[in-house]
């Protein structure tokens, strides 16, 4: 059994002392603190940032270096903010940014297709992500995806949990800053680093390559000091998993007068039974290539005037096949028998469909079969760079420059078959196939492993596109007021930023069929290269599909086919690429625009106080473009009405902030924060489309929503530090979030659809709207240290402790009635904690580190939204040991998911039904790394 209970223990060891701290920091420790042969050290010169000096500063590398450096950003830093900082060059603890933030309190991760994906802050999603502090986003969305961040690319990551005025405003759970590297960071003369690493996984029994190579210098020239980075990485992530999952429970519709509804097939007494739509075994599989180039030019005129000018390139490849077995399990025409429901007497825990078979429709029988897709993406994001930064002894003025340009491209083909005969089948839904109960299904008479017994029922492809242009300029002013007086600094800014976004989605199926029968899969193009496959857990079914490479290779024979035996659909597949819908189409254009002051204070009231207060003024405005259309009549030949729909908006938002950091000792100092932050929609979400659906009684209308409001947030926040020794905290730290404007899918009823082109008439309306206001409460805490005091071989060990416990995560979803986490936000697990051993020499370091989230809504089920999907708890232990036989080159081996945790999904907050479960491999990898 993979899954060990572990909660209690984690969470009574983490409580004792609480939080993250694998890194925080620019500021590095002084060459005393360092003290003698602890760890590896070498010199290096100013980094070239605004208020450098002549003086060399000392960097340490190595686990104790990066824990020093976090402890010293969270200590010096205006907001609270937590770091993952190198180790060295091309060395950040995880293999990719999401696995290195899990490691830092308060944040948590999903973790899919073999890596961490999605990130959240304190339990929201939506981070906003900047790279060197520019906002930068890819394609269509407003963030990158920092899964296709290379860590060997980075010299540190930022997680700031509050915003001052003089940062880009635009999530109200945080920002991620990634920070790449320099070259004025680097040691004067030549610097040659990289790295080759391979991770092999005990699920895909493939081997993963990593690589990585910078190259710098830095020199003096008649004009000054002049430095050249070129950083590049290529990684490529093989993954491969298994699931058993079931999906969307809600009641049968219709009635028993209804004798063809799902409903009337029930048994007496059975009628408000709870059934899953849908159950399905699936494996998916596949590779992520991710090439990586940064490229840096910086001049150090004199100690006045600096410029850095500087490109990047971040890229992703993927192929992704994703294949399952399912059987529907509410369909017209079902007869149920044998049903046992939860101990709730309401929902299903298994039970037996029948459905006949009809010689004269080739889609009767059970809704059942395969669904093979295969998926290629491909992104691109370009980003360009320019700054430069002027200082005097009383002033100092930075202006930027970006420009940065993207696009996506992500063509999928996919076949569905059904094997031939299908009338009977019985289903487990919290079968003992797994050591947790998960679907099982059975197909009563079917043969599975003959490839004659399969038809294929439908083919589709589809093409989505997306780019992005985007220019921002900045000009920053900061002036000394006084080096004692209450004023300190005043500082001022302005920004500039457009961006042009734009989306094209077009789909198209196919129905082949030979004397009105499915067409047999062997005659399907591609279709002599079927084979059998399934997931690789116990009791899972086997069936046949063909590769999803081949199904890509053979799309110009697949279109010829559909052509000849779908006479239907034949136009639609005339052209090599299926023509855009109207309705997932758009293109738009936003301008932001704004000012900024801030003031820095200090005073004394028998203890320094120091802080900022400041705001921040934003008008946005822009207009988006896409159509709206409806269904003809016999008038223009039942042709579909399509019109162009535009919409403008504008709107403004005035951000204030204060903070205020009082320093008891040089050790112990008590921050208190109030902040606040936008959070704007998708442009996917805004966009002006409509769909009226008239042949449905009453008419429904599925259209976007240019009304949507921002999410809006007012934050308060305090956090009680106590540093000591080099590297070593004890911090505490309390937060209150109030938000407005969340988002919410809904089906709504309308007493008049004019707007959408039918005055007069009543119907329904769905489409993404704001929801109520959210309230987050929560508490922070860390605790770590080197153990310097012990003696001998014991003082080259450390510990880092640290949890997160959210009191409340509320928001007012506007639900007809309550029910058990009715009003829990998405992506919020209660607990968070992280335990971590480290031991560092400089010829010698591992570490051991424990990961712990604890259960979340995954996904709000709208239909019917006590069954909402729930994650349940996950752990991660991860190990590492790092040897440097001689100082340029050091040998590693890790160790990821040792205790062979898997993913595990239930329905409704009591656990009213099993969801199922995704395997999750466990990986030990090897790697060098050089530096000259």
């Known amino acids: 059994m993979r899954r060990i209970s572990l909660r209690c223990a984690l969470l009574t060891t983490a409580a004792l002392a609480p939080s993250s701290s694998w890194a925080q920091a620019d500021v590095t420790p002084s060459a005393q603190e360092q003290g003698g042969n602890e760890k590896r050290t070498e010199i290096v010169e100013p980094t070239g940032t605004p208020g450098g000096t002549d003086k060399t500063d000392v960097v340490v590398v190595g686990i104790r270096g990066s824990v020093a450096s976090a402890a010293n950003k969270k200590k010096n830093g205006r907001q609270i903010v937590d770091s993952v900082v190198s180790e060295d060059v091309g060395k950040l603890p995880d293999n990719n940014v999401p696995e290195a933030l899990s490691r830092v309190t308060g944040v948590q991760i999903t973790r899919e297709r073999g890596q961490g994906q999605s990130v959240a802050i304190r339990g929201l999603g939506g981070v906003q992500t900047t790279i060197n502090g520019n906002d930068t986003s890819l394609g269509e969305g407003r963030s990158l995806n920092l899964a296709d961040i290379p860590a060997e690319l980075l010299k540190a990551v930022d997680v700031y949990k509050t915003r001052t005025a003089d940062q880009v405003e635009g999530s109200i759970a945080g920002t991620v800053n990634v920070e790449l590297r320099r070259p004025l960071d680097m040691p004067k003369g030549w610097t040659i680093a990289g790295s080759a690493k391979g991770i092999y996984d005990d699920i895909s029994e493939k081997v993963s390559p990593y690589g990585s190579l910078l190259v710098a210098n830095r020199f003096q020239t008649g004009i000054g000091e002049i430095g050249f980075l070129v950083n590049g990485s290529w990684t490529r992530n093989n993954y491969k998993e298994n699931y058993i999952e079931s999906e969307s429970p809600d009641v049968p519709y219709g009635s028993a007068a209804e004798p063809n509804s799902p409903r009337a097939g029930l048994p007496a007494g059975f009628e408000n039974t709870v059934i899953p739509y849908r159950a399905y075994y699936g494996l998916e599989e596949g590779r992520a290539d991710r090439p ?138 919290a079968s003992d196939a797994y050591s947790r109960p998960v679907p099982s299904i059975t197909f009563n008479g079917v043969d599975l492993s003959n490839v004659a017994n399969y038809g294929v029922q439908r ?50 199926d196919g129905f082949p069929r030979i004397g009105g029968q499915f067409a047999p899969l062997t005659q399907f193009p591609g279709g002599g290269e079927a084979e059998l496959v399934g997931p690789d857990l116990p009791g899972a079914l086997q069936w046949y599909r063909i590769p999803g490479n081949v199904v890509y290779g053979n799309r110009p024979a697949i279109r010829d086919y559909i052509q000849a035996n779908d006479p239907g659909s034949a136009a639609r597949f005339a052209t090599e690429e299926p023509s855009s819908d109207l309705g997932q189409i758009y293109t738009g254009r936003e301008n932001r625009l704004s000012f900024y002051g801030q003031l820095s204070y200090a005073f004394d009231l028998g203890f320094p106080i120091d802080g900022l207060i400041g705001a921040r003024y934003t008008n946005t405005w822009g207009g988006s473009s896409s159509y709206n259309f409806r269904p003809g009549n016999a008038a223009n030949g039942f042709q579909d009405i399509v019109e162009a729909a535009p919409a403008r908006g504008n709107y403004q938002d005035i951000l204030p902030n204060a903070t205020a950091t009082i320093h008891f000792t040089d050790k112990a100092q008590l921050r208190l924060s109030y902040t606040t932050n936008v959070q704007r929609p998708s442009f996917y979400d805004l966009r002006p489309f409509y769909f009226a659906e008239t042949r449905a009684v009453p008419p429904i209308i599925f259209a976007g929503n240019p009304n949507l409001k921002a999410q809006r947030e007012h934050a308060f926040d305090a956090s009680a530090e106590y540093y000591f020794g080099r590297g070593g905290q004890l911090t505490l ?17 309308a007493a ?70 009715a009003f829990d936000s998405v992506d919020t697990s209660k607990w968070t904690a992280n335990a971590a051993l480290f031991y560092d020499t400089p010829k010698f370091s591992s570490r051991v580190a424990f990961n712990y989230r604890s259960p979340y809504r995954l996904y709000v089920w709208t239909n019917n939204p006590a069954y909402s999907w729930y994650n349940d708890d996950t752990y991660r232990l991860d190990a590492a040991i790092n040897y440097t036989p001689v100082k340029f080159m050091t040998l590693s081996v890790e160790g990821t998911n040792l205790l062979g945790n898997d993913v595990y999904r239930y329905f409704g907050q009591q656990n009213l039904l099993p969801l199922g479960v995704r395997t999750l491999a466990r990986t030990v990898q090897g790697s060098v790394r050089f530096r000259f």
């Open 733 to 749: 730290a309390g937060y209150y979030k109030k938000a407005s404007g969340f988002l919410y899918y809904s089906r709504e009823v």
């Open 459 to 508: 083919y589709q492809d589809l093409v989505f596109r997306s780019h992005n242009r985007e220019f921002a300029t900045q000009t920053d002013l900061t002036l000394t007021a006084s080096e004692t007086g209450l004023l300190r600094t005043i500082q001022t800014g302005v920004r500039f930023n457009r961006r042009d976004p734009g989306r094209n989605y077009g789909y198209r």
């Open 752 to 821: 008049d659809l004019a707007q959408y082109g039918l005055p007069g008439q009543s119907g329904f309306v769905e489409q993404q709207r704001n929801a109520g206001d959210g309230t987050f409460i929560g508490m922070e805490a860390t605790g770590q240290t080197f153990f310097d005091f012990l003696p001998g071989i014991l003082r080259n060990f450390g510990v880092s402790l640290n949890a997160s416990r959210v009191f409340k995560a509320r928001i007012e979803y506007p639900y007809p009635e309550d029910f058990p986490g």
């Open 292 to 429: 990586s180039l940064n490229v840096s030019l910086q001049w150090r005129a004199n100690d006045n005037l600096d410029f850095v000018l500087e490109g990047g390139y971040l890229g992703a490849r993927s192929h992704n096949t994703s294949d399952r077995l399912y059987l529907q399990t509410r369909e017209a025409g079902y007869r149920y028998s044998n049903i046992t429901l939860q101990p709730d007497g309401r929902t299903a825990r298994s039970l037996t469909i029948f459905a006949p078979l009809n010689a004269a429709d080739p889609n009767a029988g059970l809704q059942a079969g395969i669904d093979s897709l295969y998926e290629r993406y491909r992104s691109n994001l370009y980003t360009t760079n320019f700054e430069m930064h002027w200082r005097s002894d009383r002033a100092q003025l930075n202006t930027t420059v970006q420009y940065n340009w993207s696009n996506e491209r992500r063509v999928v083909a996919e076949h569905l078959t059904r094997p031939y005969g299908l009338t009977s089948a019985t289903v487990d839904f």
